[in-house]
């Protein structure tokens, strides 16, 4: 159970264009789904906070025209990154909260996707 | 805000050996995760432990809330133990579910 997936797992750009990137939960559903970024040998840093049917909450720092996120349903949280440059290349994970308490006996959980590589060209 | 530290930064070992990495967090939290991140960049759920004792195979944790810490063990360590070991904290003044990561451990098994 809370299984995570991504789409794609990695994807080539030019400068200019936007990417689309979803986060589905695949047997459970998931009122809030993170972002997150990662750089070589760094953390993960978190982005926004996805809710369903609710705007998402930025981070700071983090530049909400430039990611944009939707949250469209209990499984299905999307980040699309507008007008992509090189800096924007970098490995973009999602997760999903499994709310309240589980059958693993945890409370508010988070299960990872298995990310996806962005290379802007 | 909340700091997350882990230590050590980088460990190297032979395969059998056993090791301990270590997570200090600077203030109280509702929720403490260990994540093993395998070479694909997959975060792989380890633990759920806010506080207490759990184990799983080779694998064990320790977390000691009152004074602001959680320890991994790894026993016999195993190639496919290789990696990045993450720790990851949701802050008790934090209304929102978010968790903090911490700089990790990159754990390398020589066979």
């Known amino acids: 159970g809370a299984v995570v997936s991504q789409h794609p797992s990695w994807v080539i750009c030019k400068s200019g264009t936007s990417v689309k990137i979803e986060c589905r939960s695949l047997d459970f559903q998931a009122t809030t789904m993170f972002w997150y970024r990662q750089f070589p040998k760094q953390s993960l840093m978190l982005m926004a906070t996805?809710?369903?049917?609710?705007?998402?909450?930025?981070e700071q720092g983090v530049e909400k025209d430039k990611f944009l996120i939707n949250h469209a349903s209990l499984t299905l949280s999307t980040l699309t990154v507008t007008s992509a440059h090189p800096e924007d290349s970098s490995f973009y994970i999602c997760?999903?909260?499994?709310?309240?308490?589980?059958?693993?006996?945890?409370?508010?959980?988070?299960?990872f996707g298995p990310g996806t590589r962005l290379t802007v060209l | 805000g909340i700091q997350v530290e882990q230590s050590p930064p980088d460990l190297i070992l032979q395969e059998g050996a056993n090791s301990t990495l270590r997570c200090n967090f600077s203030d109280s939290v509702n929720n403490l995760q260990w994540f093993h991140q395998n070479p694909w960049g997959q975060l792989i759920n380890l633990f759920y432990?806010?506080?207490g004792t759990k184990q799983n195979g080779r694998l064990s944790a320790t977390t000691v809330a009152t004074e602001r810490y959680s320890l991994l063990y790894i026993s016999s360590s195993q190639t496919t133990d290789s990696g990045v070991y993450f720790c990851a904290v949701a802050p008790s003044y934090s209304s929102a579910s978010k968790i903090i990561f911490g700089s990790g451990t990159r754990l390398s098994i020589r066979p």
């Open positions: 432990i806010p506080s």
């Open positions: 997760s999903a909260r499994v709310r309240g308490l589980n059958t693993r006996n945890s409370y508010n959980e988070q299960f």
């Open positions: 996805s809710n369903e049917g609710s705007k998402a909450t930025y």
